[in-house]
């Protein structure tokens, strides 16, 4: 199975800091790289799917790249609504692995 | 607007069955191929299953195979995992979970979890 290892496992900031979450495949996975969040006591929601396309809805301050092994999730100004947990995920072999998680709490 | 509602789940002994549905509404169901997710409590996400648009592809993780089986019913819209032999690390939230359309292994709606908790 390809492992999915995301770095930090947790993350303080302020509101209007920027952010960088990493993704590291253990396999190349070419761009089938997806990220959600999830908030307490919700089911995740798709923030961005082929590792940089932004899903309707989702604000524009949140970005994704990469590709082969090496991907980032980027938020160029915190929001209070941004703190919560992101996953990223590989969608290029089933079985469809996620990453650990990132917990981004308010610094 | 496109809802997926799980139910099905509850307290069950070690070695018991439990059987999860998924009811969808607002989309053409039988367009998509569906997926169960886990997530153990305090714990992240785990890929639990997957089954084709028309059931002609089933796939599971290592860790349920031989014990979890996913089916669908398409004139029902619904989704379901029958799930036997439970264990104490099968507790989880299980969420049910759409793959947008020709797009594999992304999940763009899912359902808000059905809880099961595997115990004596």
């Known amino acids: 199975d390809i492992q999915m290892t995301q770095s930090p496992s947790s993350l303080s900031a302020s509101v209007g800091d920027r952010i960088t979450i990493t993704c590291r495949a253990s396999?190349?996975?070419?761009?089938?790289l997806n990220w959600y969040q999830q908030k307490p006591g919700k089911a995740p929601r798709l923030l961005i799917s082929?590792?940089?396309t932004l899903q309707s809805g989702v604000p524009s301050r949140f970005s994704g790249s990469g590709s082969g092994t090496d991907f980032t999730l980027t938020i160029s100004s915190l929001q209070p609504e941004d703190f919560a947990t992101y996953y990223c995920?590989?969608?290029?072999?089933?079985?469809?692995?996620f990453g650990q998680g990132t917990k981004l709490e308010i610094k | 607007e496109v809802q997926l509602v799980e139910s099905g789940g509850g307290l069950v002994q070690p070695g018991g069955s439990l059987r999860l549905s998924c009811a969808a509404s607002?989309?053409?169901?039988?367009?998509?191929?569906m997926s169960w997710i886990r997530q153990a409590p305090g714990k992240g996400l785990e890929w639990v299953s997957a089954?084709?648009?028309?059931?002609?592809?089933?796939y599971y993780a290592d860790s349920v195979k031989g014990r979890f089986t996913v089916s669908r019913d398409n004139s029902k819209n619904t989704l379901f995992l029958q799930m036997s032999s439970l264990r104490a690390e099968d507790t989880a939230i299980y969420y049910c979970?759409?793959?947008?359309?020709?797009?594999?292994?992304?999940?763009?709606?899912w359902g808000q979890g059905t809880l099961v908790a595997v115990s004596s």
């Open positions: 979970a759409r793959q947008p359309s020709a797009v594999a292994g992304t999940y763009d709606f």
């Open positions: 396999q190349t996975i070419g761009k089938f």
């Open positions: 082929a590792a940089s």
């Open positions: 607002a989309f053409t169901f039988s367009n998509h191929h």
């Open positions: 089954i084709t648009d028309n059931s002609a592809g089933t």
């Open positions: 995920q590989q969608s290029n072999t089933i079985t469809y692995t």
